[in-house]
Structures are given as structure tokens and as C-alpha cells.
């Protein structure tokens, strides 16, 4: 099972916020319902993928993404000036239209955030493709044991609160960004910009601690975390100068590097 938090309702003392993009958020109980919906017009639609879900910063995003997950359709993300990663795609999922739209040739599933679904969505089989990137398939499988692996090492649990300022496209970054925080259950703040918000667990690249480093209300954000996460190695000057001002090591993610 891929996402074990949304294989079941939420009990009420349990509905704390589980995404929050550019200041929107949904709750535990609402992702379950939006991405249960999502899912079911996949399915109901025979839709057997690869889909091309746009992967801009949007909360619409993150719904596409969990929903098809789901409802085991194999997903493409597409990062903003990158719509030519979008080939052999059966359809689209989301996005703005003068981006996907009828120039594209090819269908558009809406992405609706505040639709809900409660029908029960049967789990994929973990040897079922999940994600295509840079025409490398990886399995649910892959996506499993990634995300286990890497909580296990850094203690990741549902009590953390996530800050991504990782894409939410590439293997690595949507494995760690989306996926992770989704089956671990821990609530997730993505951001592409401005002030960040408080939390325990950070994600990002080196460009990311290089602008953290230099920006007194990141350091003391970073300053009250419990594990800084790179996607790639930070320069070695950036790396003290994170050690320096909030007293934490940056640690480098593995990548994802099982395919199917």
C-alpha cells in the first residue's frame, strides 16, 4: 500500500492539516476526499495512463498527483517550460489551459481541489508503475521503499511537520516532496517562494540553503528544525555557513534509482 493514511476515513481527532501550497491548504479528511475523487473520474473514465499532470506549485498539483497515484495510473509530471517531457501521454491531468490545452492534441482531466469521493479506491499492485521520469519508469515498489528508507534514517514520522521547496516533478524531488510526507502521514507545507514557514523536517537543493543561508528569517526558521534535507550536495561554503547560523548539518538525500 502506497499511501496507508488515505486507505481509510479520518477519525476527527486525527483531521489536522495535510497539505498546504502558496497558503491553501486541506485537511486530512479533505485530501482524502479530493484525491478520492480524482481517482474515481480516472477509473470511471478507463483511464490506464501514462498521465501528464502539470507540476506547477499548486494545491491542484498535489491532488492530481495523490489521486492518480491512487487510482494506479502511471503519472508524468511536467514542470512549468518543460511540456515537451509530455510524450506517449494518454491524456492530461490539470493545468492551465493555454499551457495543455486544446494545442496539445490531447485531453484534459479537470482537476477539481474541493470535489469530494468516498467510494473505496482498490490498491494497485506495488509492482504496478507509478511514475515515468526522463522515460524511466519506477515502480510503486520502488516509491515504497525509497520513502520507508529514507523516514527510517532521519526519523521521519507523522508528528513532522515538512517543508518542501523541492519541485514537484523529477524522480528524487517528487519521491521525497509528495510521496514520502503522504505515506508517512506527515503534514506537508510546499513553497516556491517568500518567507518560510515553521517546521521540523526541511527539503531542498543547493540552490535552496545557498538563499537560506543568506536570509536571516530562513536561518531562524532553520534554526527550530529537526533534520535539513538536500536533494543534491551543497558547496562546501554554504554547508558551514547552514552549520554556522542554525546549528545543522544538511544532509543528502539518496536518489531514486530503482527503476521498473
Do not use: C
Not at 87 to 95: N, S
Not at 108 to 132: F, K, N, S, Y
Not at 175 to 193: I, K, N, T
Request: proline share 10%; charged share 15%.
Amino acid at each position: 500500500m502506497l499511501f496507508p493514511p488515505l486507505s481509510r476515513p479520518v477519525p476527527t481527532a486525527e483531521d489536522g492539516p495535510a497539505v498546504t501550497v502558496g497558503g491553501v491548504g486541506l485537511r486530512r479528511s479533505e485530501l482524502l476526499g479530493a484525491s478520492t475523487a480524482v481517482a474515481e473520474r480516472l477509473l470511471g473514465l478507463g483511464v490506464r495512463g501514462p498521465l501528464a499532470v502539470w507540476a506547477g506549485p499548486e494545491l491542484s498539483t498535489v491532488v492530481g498527483l495523490v489521486g492518480a497515484l491512487r487510482a494506479g495510473v502511471p503519472v508524468v509530471p511536467v514542470g512549468p517550460g518543460d511540456v515537451a517531457a509530455a510524450k506517449d501521454v494518454q491524456a492530461w491531468l490539470g493545468g492551465p489551459p493555454d499551457v495543455v490545452g486544446a494545442g496539445s492534441g490531447l485531453p484534459t482531466v479537470p482537476v477539481r481541489v474541493h470535489a469530494r469521493g468516498w467510494h473505496h479506491i482498490p490498491e494497485p499492485p506495488l509492482d504496478a508503475v507509478a511514475l515515468v521520469s526522463g522515460d524511466v519508469p519506477f515502480t510503486r515498489r520502488a516509491m515504497a521503499d525509497y520513502t520507508d528508507g529514507v523516514a527510517a534514517g532521519w526519523g521521519w514520522t507523522d508528528a513532522d511537520t515538512v517543508v518542501s521547496a523541492l519541485p514537484l516533478s523529477g524522480a528524487t524531488a517528487l519521491a521525497l516532496g509528495l510521496v514520502a510526507p503522504m505515506r508517512v502521514g506527515s503534514a506537508l507545507v510546499h513553497v516556491a517562494e517568500g518567507r518560510l514557514p515553521a517546521g521540523s523536517l526541511y527539503l531542498g537543493d543547493a540552490s535552496f540553503y545557498t538563499w537560506a543561508a543568506a536570509d536571516p528569517l530562513a536561518v531562524q526558521a532553520l534554526q527550530e528544525a529537526r533534520v535539513l534535507v538536500s536533494t543534491d550536495a551543497v558547496p562546501l561554503t554554504v554547508a558551514q555557513q547552514v552549520r554556522d547560523r542554525t546549528g545543522h548539518d544538511v544532509a543528502v538525500a539518496p536518489g531514486l534509482t530503482d527503476p521498473a
